[in-house]
């Protein structure tokens, strides 16, 4: 079997069975404290947009030169580098991880525990949970599914399908320095401006594939309907790329998303309920396999 296919699918295996890593060995959390300490050194220096360049190309060639060295060691120790080059490229992606938080929001909300359900939902989106009702929890839910869909399982997949695990973890690297630095506000507005460019360019592509990806997986609900809401909300957040996986869902399942005072998306559908959250979940499983089985058959053919 083809080695690229072997790396894929035993990675997939130990995500589904391990689920995320531990934190003291998980390839993000030492890439993350990298960003880290180089963005606390960036913030010393005069010239932000430069510093913040050169933090973006340090983490990335990193990646790379890790992707690398992972090809060595698996061209002179088979077994050895079969596992280890999984292992890392498991940790760019989290299919188990991504269902499991949205689950417990949906019992949570089952059980009428708001408090819990604003605390958990924490762990997937950065706005203020505090004042959610339970509409508004859910629908947060479900667009953190749909957008991390992309950025947590497609476009890492995608990428080291076509790059090998260089461009799994090149990708990483740069999704990362994204989510750590790549805010609009005073602190990181300049240092993170590259890595937030970046992230914008390397998931453009991505992001519009999830769309078709999100309808085949949304037959059992309304892909018509996904199709149609996709078209006309995509462009409502402020992201270029998140409105299409989250409006795709919200048609899919004919429930109103919205953030408070940002987008809204599917407006003339109601506010979804909770097991709409299980639902968005099913979509984004099925759409993970159909994935997973196109880049294997891609992976098959001749080049």
Known sequence: MNLHIQVLLLAVAMDILFGEMPGTIHPVVWLGALIRQTSRICERVRWKYVSGLMLALICVSCALVVGILLTHITAHLPITGLFMMAYFLKSTFSIRSLISSSNLIYKDLSANDHKSARKDLISLVSRDTTTLDSHRIASAAIESTAENFVDGILSPILYYALFGISGALAYKAINTL???????????????????????????????????????????????????????????????????????????????????????????????????????????????????VAVVMGLLLPI
């Open 178 to 292: 994204d989510s750590m630095v790549g805010y609009k506000n005073e602190r990181f507005r300049k240092i993170g401006f590259v890595s937030a460019r970046l992230d914008d360019i390397v998931n453009w592509i991505p992001a519009r594939l999830s769309v078709f990806v999100i309808l085949i997986a949304s037959v059992p609900y309304s892909p018509v309907s996904a199709l149609k809401t996709c078209i006309r909300d995509h462009a409502c957040p402020a992201s270029p790329n998140s409105g299409f996986p989250m409006a795709a869902i919200a048609g899919a399942l004919s429930c109103r998303l919205e953030k408070p005072g940002s987008y809204v998306l599917g407006s003339e559908y109601p506010d979804p309920d909770p097991q709409q959250i299980l639902q968005a979940n099913r979509i984004v499983l099925i759409a993970s396999f159909i994935l997973i």
